[in-house]
Each structure stands twice: as structure tokens, then as C-alpha cells.
């Protein structure tokens, strides 16, 4: 029989044992909790820096651009607006964080109503994509001949039928400018073109409809006068445009996807200067300078 003192000191080792064993398993659990936490703090610590190092390139580009257009707006005879959108899917430029759509814009002179020239027939557009107009085969070829030759007898027509103040109270309930008055050539800003090319790029309220959408895009790809915006963007880039010209005034509203697959809205409106008509050379070195100050083309 064991004496009760060795007992006890058996019991007592025993207890020191366990302790001693769960003590371990904490200061072990411990350790692992503390270099999860660790590791937590690290990757979140290296986002918020990436993040941050985004931000400062993504302010960097837009002060430049903003100061190349306050340059070359502060005449009074230039009105844009640059916004990009998001990049094509599956593309470079869509693993590249600093493009995410809307991110990056600016403008100079974009609320000044200028000449809206044949940028009038996105409206006329607009109109009739939201009030189920009946596409005979004539209706159709005089819609193409509108934006593809940016021709004017279709155009008049829908004028002249549902009548300039009918289809200005449907643009303003949009959040456009009016844009047709009897007593003046149509009007409108950069800015407003550049609402109307946000819409139609996402097939969002009047141009929901995406055959309608998607015929409107195809005839702007082919509309032949592309010295302009389509000239800067260079080959390989998709450029989906209207443009517009009348005396002095040359103005291009367009949507582009340049070869990487970076995509952005930009709208040129120009006068003076002794341009003469369908005289883009203006449209085209903005457009150039924009381009490579957001893109590094």
C-alpha cells in the first residue's frame, strides 16, 4: 500500500503535468492566432497602399488632362468632355485598376450651349427609339443616310412631323438641354452629348432596346467622316461617333475602344479660328493630346 504522502505528490505531479501540457497548447494557439493576425494586418496594410498608390496615379492623370483642357478651352471656342467607362472584358486594360469605369473625367466649357450641328441626330435618335416608330424600308434607309452621310432629309422629316417643341420637352425630361427652337440653329453642350453616349453605350433609357442600340453603334462605326476622333484614336481602335458641321462649327461625339481595351466617352465641339467646315484638324490634335495624357498613347 502507498503511503498517502507519495499519493499526494503523485496527484500533484500529475495536475503540474496537465497544467504545464495546456499551458503549451495556449501559448502555441497563441502564437498561431498572433501571426494570422499579423499576416491580416500585412496584406491589409498592402491593399490600403496599393490603393492608395492608384488613387495618386488616377489624380495625377486627371489634373494633367484637366490642365491641357483649361488651356485649350480658355477661348471660349471649345467645348469638351472626357469620361472613360470600363474596359473591355477579358482585355489588358481590363487587370489594370487605375481605368475602372467613370474614375477618370474632366471637361472644359461643358454646360456652354454651342452649335449642335448634325450632333443633333443622336437626339433625333433618342427620340424615336423610346416612341415605337414604325421602320418601313424607307424609314430605315433615311435613318441610315442620317448618321452613316450624316444626311439632313430624314432628320427635317421627324422635325417637322412631331415638331421641334414635342421633341425637346422629351429630351429635357431626360435631363437633356432643349435642344431645337424655330428661331435658331440646334443647340447643345459637350456635356449633354456626352449623358447621350453614356446611355447609349450601356443600352440604358432610350436606347434600351438592344437591336436598336446595337444599329445606331454600327452605322456610327461607319459614318465616313473620320478625321476627327476616329484619326487620333489611330488603327485598331473602335470608334463609334457622330460628328457634326456647319460654317465654322466641326464638332465629333464619340465612343471609342482602343486596341488594349481601354474604352472612354469623348465629345469635341469647335468654332472659330477660321476653321472651315468639315475642317477637324482642331478635333484631331485635342483628341491625340487626351488620349496620350489619359492612356500614354
Known amino acids: 500500500?502507498?503511503?498517502?504522502?507519495?499519493?499526494?505528490?503523485?496527484?500533484?505531479?500529475?495536475?503540474?503535468?496537465?497544467?504545464?501540457?495546456?499551458?503549451?497548447?495556449?501559448?502555441?494557439?497563441?502564437?498561431?492566432?498572433?501571426?494570422?493576425?499579423?499576416?491580416?494586418?500585412?496584406?491589409?496594410?498592402?491593399?490600403?497602399?496599393?490603393?492608395?498608390?492608384t488613387n495618386a496615379k488616377r489624380s495625377a492623370i486627371q489634373a494633367k488632362i484637366q490642365a491641357y483642357l483649361d488651356q485649350v478651352g480658355a477661348d471660349k471656342t471649345v467645348s469638351v468632355t472626357f469620361k472613360n467607362l470600363t474596359p473591355k472584358a477579358g482585355s489588358t486594360a481590363s487587370k489594370n485598376a487605375?481605368?475602372?469605369?467613370?474614375?477618370?473625367?474632366?471637361?472644359?466649357?461643358?454646360?456652354?450651349?454651342?452649335?449642335?450641328?448634325?450632333?443633333?441626330?443622336?437626339?433625333?435618335?433618342?427620340?424615336?427609339?423610346?416612341?415605337n416608330y414604325s421602320w418601313t424600308d424607307s424609314a430605315t434607309t433615311g435613318f441610315n443616310n442620317m448618321v452613316v452621310n450624316s444626311a439632313n432629309d430624314f432628320s427635317e422629316s421627324i422635325l417637322s412631323e412631331y415638331g421641334a417643341s414635342t421633341i425637346d420637352s422629351y429630351l429635357t425630361s431626360q435631363g437633356w438641354n432643349k435642344v431645337f427652337d424655330d428661331d435658331r440653329a440646334a443647340e447643345t453642350t459637350s456635356n449633354t452629348l456626352a449623358s447621350v453616349l453614356t446611355s447609349l453605350q450601356a443600352g440604358t433609357g432610350a436606347f434600351s432596346n438592344s437591336s436598336l442600340q446595337q444599329w445606331l453603334l454600327s452605322d456610327m462605326s461607319k459614318q465616313v467622316y473620320r478625321d476627327g476622333i476616329p484619326a487620333a484614336a489611330g488603327s485598331g481602335a473602335t470608334v463609334q461617333d457622330k460628328v457634326g458641321f456647319l460654317d465654322d462649327v466641326n464638332n465629333d461625339a464619340a465612343i471609342v475602344t482602343l486596341p488594349d481595351g481601354e474604352r472612354f466617352i469623348l465629345v469635341i465641339m469647335t468654332h472659330?479660328?477660321?476653321?472651315?467646315?468639315?475642317?477637324?484638324?482642331?478635333?484631331n490634335t485635342i483628341a491625340k493630346q487626351v488620349i496620350k495624357l489619359a492612356y500614354g498613347a
Do not use: C
Open 1 to 53: 500500500m502507498r503511503h498517502p504522502i507519495q499519493h499526494t505528490l503523485a496527484v500533484g505531479v500529475g495536475i503540474l503535468a496537465v497544467v504545464i501540457g495546456v499551458w503549451g497548447v495556449h501559448h502555441v494557439v497563441s502564437g498561431h492566432d498572433r501571426q494570422t493576425t499579423s499576416a491580416t494586418v500585412n496584406n491589409t496594410s498592402s491593399t490600403s497602399s496599393s490603393t492608395s498608390t
Open 98 to 131: 487605375l481605368y475602372n469605369s467613370g474614375s477618370l473625367s474632366a471637361s472644359v466649357n461643358g454646360d456652354t450651349l454651342e452649335t449642335s450641328a448634325s450632333t443633333y441626330k443622336l437626339f433625333i435618335a433618342a427620340y424615336l427609339f423610346s416612341h
Open 272 to 283: 472659330g479660328h477660321n476653321q472651315a467646315t468639315l475642317d477637324f484638324s482642331r478635333i
